[in-house]
Structure formats: C-alpha cells, structure tokens
C-alpha cells in the first residue's frame, strides 16, 4: 500500500520522539494503531456484507432464469433443488421485512 522504506520509518521515528517526547510517542504510537486496526476491521465489514447482497442478488437472478427457461421440464431432484433456494432467499430477506413492517407510527395517543 505505502512505498515506506526501513530509512523513511527510522526518520518517521526520530521526529515522533523530537516532537512528541518520550512520554507521549508510546501513547501516540498505540492510538494510531488503534485507529488503523478499526479502519481495517470497518473495511472488512464492508467487504463482506457486500459479498453477501452481491450472492443474494445472483441467488434471485438465477431463481428467475430458471423460471423463465420453463421449470416444468426439469427433473425432480433439480426441481426440489430450485424449491430450496426459493425458500432460503425468502428466509434472507424476512428480517428486512419484518423490520420495516414493525416500524409503524404510533397510535395517536390524548394529550393533556
């Protein structure tokens, strides 16, 4: 990612040590890698939800080609096989549905 040679952190050191002081660059030094592991950790949450909505969008692609080449003249255990992932793409998207059908406006309730 960065191009930084043994010479550049060598001189990246010395000034934390000139700028901050002996007492502050430990301190530094940990908040900085702490900052860098959130972002990485943050990056990686990223990737993988959207790994898991790009497999979710393939799954409800292939489901629609397969009805639109004709599931009738499919054999059985295809078939069965389609009614699975019919099933388990509804049970992905559940939580989306029950979660904005909860939300309703509340009752309208007196105020005094």
Do not use: C
Not at 59 to 87: I, T
């Amino acid at each position: 990612m960065f191009d930084i040679g043994f010479w550049e952190l060598i001189l990246i050191s010395v000034l934390g040590l000139v700028v901050l002081g002996p007492e502050r660059l430990p301190v530094a030094i940990r908040s900085v890698a702490r900052f860098v592991n959130s972002a990485k950790s943050m990056a990686n949450n990223v990737k993988e939800e959207l790994d898991h909505e790009l497999k979710i969008h393939e799954l409800q692609e292939n489901l629609k080609k397969a009805e639109n080449m004709g599931m009738k003249d499919m054999s059985p255990e295809l078939q069965e096989s389609v009614e699975e992932l019919k099933e388990a793409a509804k049970s992905v998207q559940q939580p989306y549905k029950a979660s904005s059908t909860s939300k309703q406006p509340p009752s309208s309730q007196s105020q005094d």
